[in-house]
C-alpha cells in the first residue's frame, strides 16, 4: 500500500533460464506441461524411445528446474546445486537429485544458450523500440477492470514472461507467472483482450 492505495507490480522478461528450460524441455521429449505449445525453430526429441521409469524420472528432475528457473523464490532447491558443464553459469542443478537429466542436457549446452539467448536479445530489442507501450499496455487493463468492477485493483504481483511460442495465447506457469507467446504480445489489441482475465483474476 502508498498512501493507503492498493500497487500492483508486473514484471516481463524473456528470462534467458527458462528459455533454456523449455529448449531442453522439446530436445529431450519432456511432455511435461502439457499445455504449453512448443517453441518454435526447436527439434523435437529424436532419440532412442526410453522406458516408462526413465521418462518419468526425467520429467519429474525437469519439472524440478522449472519451478527453480520460473519462480526460483519461491522453489528454492532443498540440496546445493551445482553447474552443469557447457552452460556456463546459467544451468545448475540439485546435487544427487537430477542426475538422470544432467546426464541427457549436457549435449544440448551450446545449442540451448544459443537459442535463448538470441530470443532475450529479441525481446530486448523489440521492447526498445516500443518505450513504453508495456507499462501502458498493462495499466490500461487494470483500469478497465476497475470500471467493469467499480473498485480500486488490489495489490497484486505478476511476472510475464514473453516467449517465442508456436502458438498464440496466455499460459499460467506459476503461481505469480504467466507466459504470453511473443507475437501476442506485440498486437496491442489482442494483448489487451488476452491479458484482461489474467489482470481479473489477481486484481
Known sequence: MTGGQPEWTIREDAAIPVLVALY????????????????????????????????????????????????????????????????????????GR???????????????????RHAHARYRSDRAARPGVSYRAYASAIAEHERRVGRRAHSFELNVQVLPLAQRGVWWIGSLTVAVTDGLRSDVVAFDTAIHPIIAELA
Do not use: K, N
Open 24 to 95: 531442453l524441455r522439446q530436445v529431450c521429449g519432456i511432455r511435461d506441461p502439457e499445455e504449453l505449445p512448443a517453441l518454435r525453430r526447436v527439434p523435437a526429441y529424436d532419440g532412442i524411445p526410453r522406458s516408462e521409469d526413465e521418462q518419468s524420472l526425467l520429467e519429474r528432475e525437469w519439472r524440478e528446474l522449472w519451478a527453480m528457473s520460473v519462480e526460483p523464490l519461491a522453489h528454492p532447491s532443498p540440496v546445493p546445486l551445482e553447474l552443469v558443464e557447457g552452460f556456463e553459469d546459467v544451468l545448475a542443478l540439485p546435487v
Open 98 to 116: 537430477a542426475e538422470a537429466l544432467r546426464a541427457v542436457v549436457t549435449p544440448y549446452a551450446a545449442a540451448a544458450l544459443e537459442f535463448a
